[in-house]
T-cell receptor, first 110, second 115 residues
Framework: GNSVTQMEGPVTLSEEAFLTINCTYT??????LFWYVQYPGEGLQLLLK?????DKGSNKGFEATYRKETTSFHLEKGSVQVSDSAVYFC?????????FGAGTILRVKS | ETGVTQTPRHLVMGMTNKKSLKCEQH?????MYWYKQSAKKPLELMFV???????ENNSVPSRFSPECPNSSHLFLHLHTLQPEDSALYLC??????????????FGPGTRLTVL
C-alpha cells in the first residue's frame, strides 16, 4: 500500500541551526510528494512539492528533493527562525488521495 | 489566507445534537475534500467531491453526511456523534479533477468537541 513515515518529534533547535526532517515513503507507481506546514491554530499550508524523481521543491528557504532510489523526500533548511516553529507534514499523492505522515513538531528557541 | 474558509471555527455539541460544518472556496476549484485530524493520528481523508459529485467515501460512518451543492461549497452534516469524533475537521480544495499532481489547499479547520 501507500504510506509515509516521518521522523518522530519534537525536534528542538536553536535559531540559525540547520534543519533536517526525514521522510520516507512506500508507494505503488509514481506519486507526487509534498511538505505541508501547520502553524498553531491554523490549517495546513503547502510548503513545497515535487512531482517526479530528482525534482527539487523549494520555498521560504526550505528544500526537499524527490529521491526515487531511496524513496525519500527529506526537508531541509539552512538556518531556522523562531517563526518556523510549527508541525510539518510529509505527504504523497496518488490519484485523488493524499496520504500524510504523522507530522513532526519543530520548536525553535531564540 | 489560502482562499478556503470554514465555519464555525469551534463547535461544541452533545451526542444527540445535529449540526453542520461549512466550507467555502474562492479559488475557482472543482474538487473539494473533507479530512479528520485527531490527536496522535495522521490526517484521514473522509470524502472527495469532483464537480459536485462524490467520488470517494473512505468508509466514514453514516453519522457524517456530506453535501456539495456546487463546486464552491461543501458541508458536513453531523448527527448522533460520539466523543471519539472530537477532532479538527479540515476542508480542502484543488483544481481537479483530482490527480496525483493536483495541489490541495486547506482551510483553517473546525475544532469539534463532542460531549
Amino acid at each position: 500500500g501507500n504510506s509515509v513515515t516521518q521522523m518522530e518529534g519534537p525536534v528542538t533547535l536553536s535559531e540559525e541551526a540547520f534543519l533536517t526532517i526525514n521522510c520516507t515513503y512506500t508507494a505503488t507507481g509514481y506519486p507526487s510528494l509534498f511538505w505541508y506546514v501547520q502553524y498553531p491554530g491554523e490549517g495546513l499550508q503547502l510548503l513545497l512539492k515535487a512531482t517526479k524523481a530528482d525534482d527539487k521543491g523549494s520555498n521560504k528557504g526550505f528544500e526537499a528533493t524527490y529521491r526515487k532510489e531511496t524513496t525519500s523526500f527529506h526537508l531541509e533548511k539552512g538556518s531556522v527562525q523562531v517563526s518556523d516553529s510549527a508541525v510539518y507534514f510529509c505527504a504523497l499523492s496518488y490519484g485523488n488521495k493524499l496520504v500524510f505522515g504523522a507530522g513532526t513538531i519543530l520548536r525553535v528557541k531564540s | 489566507e489560502t482562499g478556503v474558509t470554514q465555519t464555525p471555527r469551534h463547535l461544541v455539541m452533545g451526542m444527540t445534537n445535529k449540526k453542520s460544518l461549512k466550507c467555502e472556496q474562492h479559488l475557482g476549484h472543482n474538487a473539494m475534500y473533507w479530512y479528520k485530524q485527531s490527536a496522535k493520528k495522521p490526517l484521514e481523508l473522509m470524502f472527495v467531491y469532483n464537480f459536485k459529485e462524490q467520488t470517494e467515501n473512505n468508509s466514514v460512518p453514516s453519522r457524517f453526511s456530506p453535501e456539495c451543492p456546487n463546486s464552491s461549497h461543501l458541508f458536513l452534516h453531523l448527527h448522533t456523534l460520539q466523543p471519539e469524533d472530537s477532532a479538527l475537521y479540515l476542508c480542502a480544495s484543488s483544481q481537479g479533477p483530482p490527480a496525483s499532481t493536483d495541489t490541495q489547499y486547506f482551510g483553517p479547520g473546525t475544532r469539534l468537541t463532542v460531549l
